[in-house]
């Protein structure tokens, strides 16, 4: 079973008090060393991933910031961060494994930024009826492993649905994600990659009805 080094985040926090160009250069080859393993550890979570799903694409993040649009200008990223895409246009969702120093690691499953068309079909479905996803919401053996649904929402009502709507709380989602924390130590442990992939194996249920919703019309007529 491939570990995360502990060298992984000596490494980060050495670039949090050190976050520059001059730095970072000098530490290249101890950078690429721990990124040679991060990859394996991705790549290791993928094919246990392939065991109960359909992926086509890992992406792991560089560690090159983007600051041309954002306040912080420091150049490096102090995480690791890879996403996992399942197959479209018959499956929906997507996975994520953040790998931070301090306690700030953690995993991601869901709807991260949904296209409009994607959004307003879920919400029309909720509109309808919700009943088969507060069941998988209220389960009790899923709520153990992703506890509640989490997202930015509106502060009311999107346009053109009732703000007294009886599942509201739903519809005015505008990201549907669930997220579980790790601690250093739990992502150091010899287990991380079993608790990784049970968990999201975890999700299937919500995943599947998701990806029911979204390839179908409101009639349930397929839409692929």
Same mark, same amino acid.
């Not at 560089?62 to 150049?75: A, E, G, H, Q, T």
């Not at 999107?158 to 509201?168: A, L, R, V, Y």
């Not at 979204?214 to 692929?224: A, F, P, Q, V, Y």
């Given at each position: 079973?491939?570990?995360?080094?502990?060298?992984?985040?000596?490494? @980060?926090?050495?670039?949090?008090?050190?976050?520059?160009?001059?730095? *970072?250069?000098?530490?290249?080859?101890?950078?690429?060393?721990?990124?040679? +393993?991060?990859?394996?550890? #991705?790549?290791?979570?993928?094919?246990?991933?392939?065991?109960?799903?359909?992926?086509?694409?890992?992406?792991?993040?560089?560690?090159?910031?983007?600051?041309? *649009?954002?306040?912080?200008?420091?150049?490096?990223?102090?995480? @690791?961060? &890879?996403? @996992?895409?399942?197959?479209?246009?018959?499956?929906?969702? &997507?996975?994520?494994?953040?790998?931070?120093? !301090? !306690?700030?690691?953690?995993?991601?499953?869901?709807?991260?930024?949904?296209?409009?068309?994607?959004?307003?079909? $879920?919400?029309?479905? @909720?509109?309808? =009826?919700?009943? %088969?996803?507060?069941?998988?919401?209220? +389960?009790?053996?899923?709520?153990?492993?992703?506890?509640?649904?989490?997202?930015?929402?509106?502060?009311?009502?999107?346009?053109?649905?009732?703000?007294?709507? %009886? !599942?509201?709380?739903?519809?005015?989602?505008?990201?549907?994600?669930?997220?579980?924390? #790790?601690? =250093?130590?739990?992502?150091? /442990?010899? !287990? *991380?990659? %079993?608790?990784?992939?049970?968990?999201?194996?975890? $999700?299937?249920?919500? *995943?599947? #009805?998701?990806?029911?919703?979204?390839?179908?019309?409101?009639?349930?007529? /397929?839409?692929?």
């Amino acid at each position: 079973m491939r570990l995360v080094s502990k060298n992984v985040f000596e490494f @980060f926090k050495k670039l949090e008090k050190n976050n520059n160009r001059d730095w *970072f250069n000098e530490h290249k080859k101890e950078f690429k060393s721990i990124e040679k +393993d991060i990859k394996s550890f #991705y790549n290791e979570v993928l094919e246990h991933l392939k065991t109960h799903d359909d992926i086509d694409k890992l992406k792991i993040f560089r560690i090159y910031r983007d600051v041309r *649009f954002s306040k912080n200008k420091l150049p490096y990223k102090t995480h @690791f961060g &890879g996403s @996992f895409h399942r197959v479209k246009p018959q499956l929906r969702g &997507g996975y994520y494994v953040h790998i931070q120093p !301090n !306690n700030e690691s953690f995993i991601a499953t869901g709807f991260w930024q949904p296209e409009p068309a994607d959004l307003l079909r $879920i919400r029309k479905e @909720f509109e309808m =009826d919700a009943s %088969e996803m507060r069941d998988i919401l209220q +389960d009790k053996q899923f709520t153990e492993i992703w506890g509640e649904l989490q997202g930015e929402e509106v502060k009311t009502a999107p346009k053109g649905f009732s703000k007294t709507h %009886e !599942n509201i709380d739903l519809i005015k989602k505008k990201q549907h994600i669930f997220i579980k924390k #790790y601690t =250093d130590e739990q992502v150091l /442990s010899s !287990n *991380f990659i %079993e608790d990784i992939n049970m968990s999201f194996k975890a $999700i299937r249920p919500y *995943f599947d #009805y998701m990806s029911d919703v979204l390839t179908t019309d409101l009639n349930g007529e /397929s839409l692929i």
